[in-house]
């Protein structure tokens, strides 16, 4: 399903879906439904740092474990949660930042 969303995985708060068809966005759940394949891009204005924080502050709200993070910029955040593992990727190009949130089993 193109554009999925799910509750667990919010977008910080002036990110855009990017519509790049290149980038195509995507999500789906295995036959089980406890694992989900899940990739969405999104693009902004807003820093990269204060969209770092936002997300190591905000997803472990709903159920993730902060496991790790890496670079500055570009910068990648891991979390964990259940069978799930959530790299967020974060990037300055061109003067705007680019998010990719990337959701999969462990």
Known sequence: MEDATFEDLPAAPGLM???DPVTKNYGHRTPSGTIR????HYSSERSLETTKKWYEDTFPVHGWKHTGSEGTDPATLTFEKKAEVVTVSLKTDRGRLQVMVHVTGK
């Open 37 to 40: 394949e899940y990739r969405q």
């Open 17 to 19: 879906p990017d519509k």
